[in-house]
């Protein structure tokens, strides 16, 4: 896998190319038998995200389907991945399924060889109808390393800005149109609703990079070039600024302690003007529907680089150490087929699946309501324009994010300058690249 690189060429709603990297060859209608594993109980490691929780809304269906059981064991992020690294580095196969996210973990798992090959499985073992080749290639190469299928995409998503249409319209306020504008706007909003958070995204340093990227890149920053951390350039250095900025001058109180979990809640009450946050949140915050009315949705303005949005997906993933990864196998190809997809998309899971985009089904979901027609307009510029870019392209990505986050935080809490705290994380991140 190669990151760093323009991933979905085509939007949601406009389909991808319908090719996939490898040919399906599914098995024939009579001899493949969903009951095959009947009886055996399939242990599933998930991130407590719309995602799994949307998913597994539905488990009853593939144990109808199956005669199998689901145990599912669900944490907030950060520590399903200590649980994970916990069970795979004792060797264990205790769990048979984890979610995993290829732009910050991938190359890290495989080199570790945590990660079950599916290509078999796939081309020899697909049910009929699974249309392997009608997912997104893009997020099908991001699961690929070495030629091995390490994960199967279960959904497109990216950061787009939610903002009350509503609270701008009263204070009169424009919607911002490039990035230097954005904290004129937050002041224009904190002068009118004092009450009222102006702006919000990530703070939670390992969770940050993912809202950050957006910045860095349309700012015309980059990460690493020519082996070297770039934070310190000009546009890192802006980027930076104005990042912190926002979040310390025009953020909640304890901002660094905010991942989606804290700024959907936020929004959803109406205590936020802005949030910028990951299109997969758009259930979670119209969630009660008092948001469904007075929210509308747009991409971060571009700024001196243009318009470089962070697209990504979530993939499930077989554990190497599992003793059940057939089985696996086919509770992964139910999650991930047109059917259970479509079930998913009218909950506000973006499908990498172009047959569920274009279905009637969907767009008449979409249609039902303004909102809804603005969030897959923003994911489809996601999907034309979006890079998976999060981090330091190297094995040791996760543990670049979180010399990201450091800075970022440090400059929060006034901490440091923002001299100070590029100056320290380039030297950390140099030495990290350079390990790598």
């Given at each position: 896998m190669k990151t760093g690189v323009k991933r979905a060429v085509l939007g949601v709603a406009a389909g991808f190319v319908a090719a996939g990297c490898m040919t399906v060859q599914a098995a024939d209608a009579q001899a493949f038998n969903w009951k095959k594993f009947q009886g055996t109980t399939l242990s599933i490691l998930a991130n407590n995200n719309p995602i799994a929780n949307t998913l597994m809304k539905h488990r009853h269906e593939f144990e109808q389907l199956t005669g199998m059981k689901l145990k599912v064991d669900t944490y907030q992020e950060q520590q399903m991945r200590q649980r994970l690294m916990t069970v795979m580095n004792a060797g264990s196969d205790e769990i048979d399924v984890f979610m995993s996210l290829p732009s910050r973990e991938g190359l890290q798992f495989a080199k570790a060889g945590w990660y079950a090959d599916m290509s078999s499985y796939v081309k020899n073992d697909a049910a009929p109808g699974y249309d392997f080749a009608g997912l997104s290639p893009g997020l099908v190469k991001d699961a690929t390393v070495d030629g091995k299928l390490n994960g199967i995409p279960l959904n497109i998503e990216g950061p787009v800005l939610y903002y009350r249409k509503d609270v701008f319209a009263k204070c009169k306020v424009a919607v911002p149109k490039s990035l230097d504008q954005l904290p004129g706007v937050a002041k224009q909003l904190k002068t009118c609703e004092p009450g009222m958070t102006p702006f919000v995204s990530r703070g939670l340093?390992?969770?940050?990079?993912?809202?950050?990227?957006?910045?860095?890149?349309?700012?015309?920053?980059?990460?690493?070039?020519?082996?070297?951390?770039?934070?310190?350039?000009?546009?890192?250095?802006?980027?930076?600024?104005?990042?912190?900025?926002?979040?310390?001058?025009?953020?909640?109180?304890?901002?660094?302690?905010?991942?989606?979990?804290?700024?959907?809640?936020?929004?959803?009450?109406?205590?936020?003007?802005?949030?910028?946050?990951?299109?997969?949140?758009?259930?979670?915050?119209?969630?009660?529907?008092?948001?469904?009315?007075?929210?509308?949705?747009?991409?971060?303005?571009?700024?001196?680089?243009?318009l470089h949005p962070t697209v990504l997906g979530w993939t499930a993933a077989i554990s190497s150490h599992s003793k059940k990864k057939e089985a696996a196998w086919y509770f992964i190809q139910w999650a991930t087929s047109p059917k259970t997809q479509a079930e998913l998309a009218v909950d506000g899971i973006v499908s990498p699946r172009a047959s569920v985009a274009d279905s009637p089904g969907f767009r008449k979901w979409v249609d039902a309501q303004p909102v809804r027609k603005e969030w897959i307009d923003a994911v489809n510029q996601v999907g034309k324009l979006g890079e998976s870019k999060i981090g330091y392209p190297i094995v040791a990505n996760a543990e670049s994010r979180e010399y990201i986050g450091q800075a970022v935080t440090a400059m929060i809490l006034g901490q440091k300058t923002v001299q100070q705290a590029c100056s320290d994380a380039d030297a950390k991140l140099d030495k990290l690249i350079a390990g790598n």
């Open positions: 340093k390992p969770a940050l990079p993912f809202t950050f990227s957006v910045f860095l890149h349309n700012e015309g920053g980059e990460y690493m070039k020519d082996g070297k951390s770039q934070l310190c350039s000009a546009p890192g250095k802006a980027a930076l600024s104005l990042y912190s900025s926002l979040l310390k001058d025009y953020g909640p109180p304890g901002v660094v302690n905010y991942s989606f979990y804290q700024i959907s809640s936020l929004y959803k009450d109406g205590r936020a003007a802005m949030a910028f946050e990951s299109s997969n949140e758009l259930r979670n915050m119209m969630a009660g529907g008092a948001r469904l009315k007075d929210t509308a949705i747009t991409l971060l303005p571009p700024g001196p680089g243009g």
